[in-house]
């Protein structure tokens, strides 16, 4: 059986990558989105177990220190991280994981798993994304201007990752997502046996 493929996008806060990915999903039946794990308070339509797992400062470092993860980050205020058990089951039964990550997060599971495809979502502009924050009423002064500071750091990373998909439409975004999964599943190098002749001794 082919391994299923791992799916890592990632995207600056405001890009709208919640939506896109959600449109992914549901266009692929076979793709299961990896759950994270974080320290940070649910936001408000935000579910435990189906958006993150919510835990606790203490319950995160007591899962470090039991090597439960496969990576981890802290940011300003909070931990995240990707739980092995949401990764190497799955992937090794045919079934295809979508991850969201930070750019930080992204270039450790690449490391860890060199096969994996990842994805950058791209603002139209800056401009674009800077009303976007700053519409979403939710930030203060001082929230929105890391959140400024962080968008042109994890700029730099964008040429490191396979794809960068502009979201100008999110249907659009999402279905050209949907293309480059499809297209990965049909890579020389994922499949199992392309030796359709089979001379006989």
């Given at each position: 059986?082919?391994?299923g493929?791992?799916?890592v ?16 999903l ?7 989105f ?26 995160f ?18 931990y ?24 930080v ?59 960068a ?11 050209k ?25």
């Open positions: 059986m082919a391994k493929l791992l799916v996008i990632s995207g600056f806060s405001g890009v709208g990558k919640g939506t896109v990915i959600q449109m992914v549901d266009a692929l039946p076979n793709l299961r990896s759950v994270s794990c974080t320290t940070r308070a649910p936001r408000p339509g935000e579910t435990d177990g189906v958006n993150y797992y919510f835990l606790s400062e203490s319950e470092e007591e899962k470090i220190a039991k090597g439960e993860f496969v990576e981890y980050t802290r940011t300003f205020t909070n995240y991280g990707t739980l092995r058990s949401e990764i190497d089951g799955p992937v090794a039964a045919g079934v295809d994981i979508l991850m969201e990550l930070n750019v997060g992204a270039a450790n599971i690449k490391k860890l798993y060199p096969y994996c495809v990842t994805v950058f979502v791209c603002p139209p502009s800056y401009e674009a994304l800077k009303a976007r924050l700053v519409g979403r009423g939710t930030e203060s002064e001082e929230s929105l201007r890391r959140r400024l500071n962080e968008i042109e750091a994890e700029s730099r990373s964008i040429p490191y990752y396979d794809y998909v502009t979201n100008v439409v999110a249907k659009e975004c999402a279905d997502i949907v293309g480059i999964i499809n297209s990965e599943h049909l890579r020389t190098s994922r499949a199992d046996d392309l030796d359709i002749f089979h001379p006989e001794d």
